[in-house]
């Protein structure tokens, strides 16, 4: 009654793919779960620890089967439990200077600070790699304090982090600006890609614990000591880019870094503001979107007898926007003294002069 297809239709592939994407289906299993579990962490877009070689890897595929952890990420805001007011006193920061070393040393260890003042969180992957940089000379006593200080705050905001410290020799005069640009060249020669840097005043140290220490987006450094005690915690003017300051990688490089030509106090945060605005940079505070919490973002200043200003200053800084390209970065010069990873940071010593010497 109905006419017979002309044409025989070709089961074979049919039966292919019906007894194929079985059996693949099956093989799958065997590899995943009885082969490949032995070797690496099967469970769907995790980040997976190595707890013997204590790295991490970021995977399609994991399982927990195998004696690996998995890792979240770290929560993007500090987790409020961990958040409050420190007591900066005089009395607490002599009594932090007094604490036995080797009972200090001993405690950041197992807190998982690592040799050369490196530490990353175990509870969690930090999305955030900072290197935090401090020049200094003659300023042992404020050192031990900031860095007894600075580590367990930092620890607090679960970040991935490395302190360094670098010292300049009294061969000349104190030129703050060279060494925070050493300072930045010699973390990279570390190979640790870190994604942004905190240039960091030894004698400044936040007071509150949600004072943020992320790194800043690119395109918008972030000016953080701008309430401070000495100036009775009135904020201080846009412009105004010193003490500590925090720039992405990309951005600290494509203003050439700060200039090299401030030799004695001063100046060299202001010609930094001048780079970042010429390059369009937008400069951002802490809590910006939120001004009534602009008093979380205080810093005190550990009593230090203030340096005498360089009275070329206001000439170098008129004269700065003709040298960004020339001077900063791409010319500088230095000869390391001394390089050590010490356990609470790692410790550069060097000489500068203003004849540009060759670095050793």
Same mark, same amino acid.
């Given at each position: 009654?109905?006419?017979?297809?002309?044409?025989?239709?070709?089961?074979?592939?049919?039966?292919?793919?019906?007894?194929?994407?079985?059996?693949?289906?099956?093989?799958?299993?065997?590899?995943?779960?009885?082969?490949?579990?032995?070797?690496?962490?099967?469970?769907?877009?995790?980040?997976?620890?190595?707890?013997?070689?204590?790295?991490?890897?970021?995977?399609?595929?994991?399982?927990?089967?195998?004696?690996?952890?998995?890792?979240?990420?770290?929560?993007?805001?500090?987790?409020?439990?961990?958040?409050?007011?420190?007591?900066? &006193?005089?009395?607490?920061?002599?009594?932090?200077?007094?604490?036995?070393?080797?009972?200090?040393?001993?405690?950041?260890?197992?807190?998982?600070?690592?040799?050369?003042?490196?530490?990353?969180?175990?509870?969690?992957?930090?999305?955030?790699?900072?290197?935090?940089?401090?020049?200094?000379?003659?300023?042992?006593?404020?050192?031990?304090?900031?860095?007894?200080?600075?580590?367990?705050?930092?620890?607090?905001?679960?970040?991935?982090?490395?302190?360094?410290?670098?010292?300049?020799?009294?061969?000349?005069?104190?030129?703050?600006?060279?060494?925070?640009?050493?300072?930045?060249?010699?973390?990279?020669?570390?190979?640790?890609?870190?994604?942004?840097?905190?240039?960091?005043?030894?004698?400044?140290?936040?007071?509150?614990?949600?004072?943020?220490?992320?790194?800043?987006?690119?395109?918008?450094?972030?000016?953080?000591?701008?309430?401070?005690?000495?100036?009775?915690?009135?904020?201080?003017?846009?412009?105004?880019?010193?003490?500590?300051?925090?720039? &992405?990688?990309?951005?600290?490089?494509?203003?050439?870094?700060?200039?090299?030509?401030?030799?004695?106090?001063?100046?060299?945060?202001?010609?930094?503001?001048?780079?970042?605005?010429?390059?369009?940079?937008?400069?951002?505070?802490?809590?910006?979107?939120?001004?009534?919490?602009?008093?979380?973002?205080?810093?005190?200043?550990? &009593?230090?007898?203030?340096?005498?200003?360089?009275?070329?200053?206001?000439?170098?800084?008129?004269?700065?926007?003709?040298?960004?390209?020339?001077?900063?970065?791409?010319?500088?010069?230095?000869?390391?003294?001394?390089?050590?990873?010490?356990?609470?940071?790692?410790?550069?010593?060097?000489?500068?002069?203003?004849?540009?010497?060759?670095?050793?």
């Amino acid at each position: 009654m109905f006419p017979r297809c002309r044409y025989a239709t070709n089961a074979t592939p049919i039966r292919i793919l019906v007894l194929g994407v079985p059996l693949v289906a099956v093989l799958c299993y065997f590899y995943f779960f009885l082969y490949a579990s032995n070797y690496s962490c099967i469970h769907p877009w995790f980040i997976v620890s190595d707890r013997k070689n204590n790295q991490s890897y970021s995977y399609p595929w994991t399982d927990a089967n195998c004696g690996w952890q998995i890792t979240p990420p770290c929560p993007n805001m500090i987790p409020s439990q961990l958040v409050e007011w420190r007591n900066l &006193s005089l009395e607490t920061t002599i009594a932090i200077l007094k604490e036995d070393e080797d009972a200090v040393q001993l405690k950041m260890t197992k807190s998982g600070i690592k040799v050369g003042g490196k530490y990353k969180p175990v509870e969690c992957q930090s999305q955030h790699k900072v290197a935090v940089v401090v020049p200094v000379r003659n300023r042992t006593d404020h050192l031990t304090v900031f860095l007894r200080y600075m580590h367990p705050f930092l620890q607090r905001q679960q970040l991935n982090y490395i302190i360094i410290v670098v010292e300049q020799s009294e061969k000349s005069p104190f030129n703050r600006g060279m060494l925070m640009n050493i300072g930045f060249k010699e973390a990279q020669l570390l190979q640790e890609n870190f994604q942004c840097f905190i240039f960091h005043d030894v004698d400044l140290l936040p007071e509150y614990d949600g004072n943020p220490y992320t790194c800043p987006e690119d395109g918008k450094p972030r000016q953080m000591a701008f309430s401070v005690d000495s100036w009775n915690y009135k904020p201080t003017s846009a412009n105004h880019f010193g003490g500590v300051t925090a720039l &992405s990688t990309n951005d600290f490089q494509s203003v050439n870094g700060f200039s090299n030509s401030f030799w004695g106090w001063g100046g060299e945060d202001d010609q930094l503001y001048q780079r970042v605005k010429s390059q369009n940079l937008n400069v951002t505070r802490a809590f910006d979107e939120q001004p009534s919490l602009i008093h979380l973002a205080r810093y005190k200043t550990l &009593s230090h007898k203030k340096a005498s200003p360089n009275p070329d200053r206001m000439q170098v800084i008129k004269e700065g926007p003709s040298r960004f390209k020339t001077d900063g970065l791409v010319d500088l010069r230095y000869k390391r003294l001394d390089f050590q990873f010490k356990p609470l940071y790692t410790h550069i010593l060097v000489d500068i002069q203003p004849n540009s010497i060759t670095q050793k």
